[in-house]
């Protein structure tokens, strides 16, 4: 008997592995033919990056994935269609035997764009169609790919998650920016090293080399669109990541293969949607980072335009003859009639001194010493659950809804089966 998907969508997403990839020839074929001299040579600007420190989450990140798949994902029925007949949306990556998903064929990848058509079709619009049952508020969320027509084009592809329900696509700090290079590019050991890199060069006296290059790619792509949350595939390799709020650490995964089972692909791809969008449960920055305020606005082009006052502000006559000198209370000036000032007669008092502010150490020792005294100085300490702040100062929620609450209501596109709308499976809730 074969079953929907939706009759148990963590059973059908535990042995939902990507289709092999076909290459119309041998990676090493596809390299020798036209790709050698543009190996490793993407198109990156000299500039300020501040990515002093990128973070190797190791396997625990396979741990976090696992636990949300098991916590969040429904393993019952739901009484709704695989497939959203409104939208068109359905499965498209094959399980086990009992999950009745119609195969789908594609051609070999010649190229770039045929690698995209196999990364959108199977495991994009499949994570596409899971996390719109489970969180029906995120309908109007999906992938679009944004090409800018650059130099890059033919070996650097970009996808965004995002709110696409409108004429251009709303790219901000709970989107997630997916990167795509061809595996005759991006090769396992390419990938691996990506992984291994602890930092960007600082300032710009010499241009960025190799795997330097993709990570200053991803950064000036990151850091144009505000979107903190990224993932970079060959589509045969996976690796996901973060950057904190000041752009100056990176937090990135261990390579997840294609055909992995523990996390699966899909596991890791709902699992980072879902931190992306703060979801009860998601990844959370592990570490507190110490970062100038200025390092939030690092170049020029990001940084809000200061409007100049159309005149001179005219100074105001002194409303007293007071000689006072600057330690006696403001009260004493005796000012008749003058507004009250907004402070004390003791003035205001700085908790976040002179000595706060750091040059960052290359001594690992003394870098730890000087976050521990930057710590003490917090006025309050962060709850363990919650997420780090926005990248940008509007907050997340004059923005967007509250998808995940639970208590929200949502229209859906979903047609259930033999449950009627509005029943309490449609939360999708375990």
């Known amino acids: 008997m074969a079953y929907r998907v939706t009759d148990d969508l963590q059973g059908y997403l535990k042995d939902a592995v990507l289709p092999r990839l076909k290459l119309m020839h041998k990676p090493e074929s596809m390299f020798h033919q036209g790709h050698k001299s543009r190996r490793g040579t993407l198109t990156v600007r000299r500039r300020q990056r501040n ?26 029925s739901l009484c709704l269609y695989d497939e959203d007949r409104k939208t068109g949306e359905r499965f498209t990556v094959r399980s086990s035997h009992r999950f009745n998903v119609p195969e789908l064929r594609l051609p070999a990848a010649s190229d770039i764009n045929r690698v995209c058509d196999w990364l959108d079709n ?36 970009k996808f965004h998650w995002t709110d696409v329900n409108q004429d251009h696509p709303d790219i901000h700090d709970l989107s997630v920016t997916v ?44 850091v144009h669109n505000q979107t903190p949350f990224f993932i970079l595939t060959s589509y045969q390799q996976w690796t996901f990541g973060m950057f904190s ?55 020029d082009e990001f940084e809000p335009s200061i409007a100049k006052p159309e005149k001179e502000l005219e100074i105001a006559p002194s409303l007293s003859g007071w000689s006072g000198t600057s330690d006696e209370p403001a009260s004493s000036a005796g000012a008749a009639g003058a507004a009250a000032l907004d402070v004390s007669d003791r003035g205001v008092d700085d908790p976040y001194g002179p000595d706060v502010l750091f040059k960052k150490s290359k001594d ?23 997420s780090f702040p926005s990248p940008t100062f509007a907050t997340s929620a004059t923005l967007l809804p509250d998808f995940l609450d639970d208590s929200a209501t949502s229209d859906t596109s979903d047609e259930t089966v033999g449950v009627p709308c509005g029943h309490w499976l449609m939360s999708a809730r375990r």
């Open 179 to 222: 990167a795509c290079q061809p595996p005759w590019i991006l090769s396992d050991e390419s990938m691996w090293q990506f992984t291994q890199l602890k930092s960007l060069p600082e300032g710009t006296t010499r241009p960025l080399r190799g795997k330097e290059r993709l990570w200053g790619k991803l950064w000036d792509t990151c």
């Open 51 to 76: 990515l002093a420190n990128i973070v190797f989450l190791n396997s625990a990140f396979n741990e976090l994935v696992n636990d949300w798949i098991e916590e969040h994902v429904p393993n019952r």
């Open 245 to 299: 709020r000041g752009w100056t650490t990176a937090f990135v995964s261990p390579v997840i293969d294609a055909q992995s089972r523990s996390p699966t692909v899909m596991h890791a791809l709902l699992y980072w949607l879902g931190s992306a969008l703060r979801a009860p449960g998601g990844f959370v920055q592990p570490v507190e980072v110490a970062e100038p305020v200025h390092n939030i606005f690092s170049d």
């Open 364 to 386: 690992p020792a003394l870098t730890c010493e000087m976050i521990e005294s930057w710590r003490k100085k917090l006025p309050a300490k962060r709850t363990e659950n919650e």
């Open 122 to 157: 199977f495991p994009l619009q499949t994570v596409q169609r899971v996390f719109h049952i489970m969180f029906p508020a995120t309908k109007d969320w999906g992938f679009v790919a944004l090409d800018d027509h650059g130099c890059d084009d033919d070996t650097f592809k």
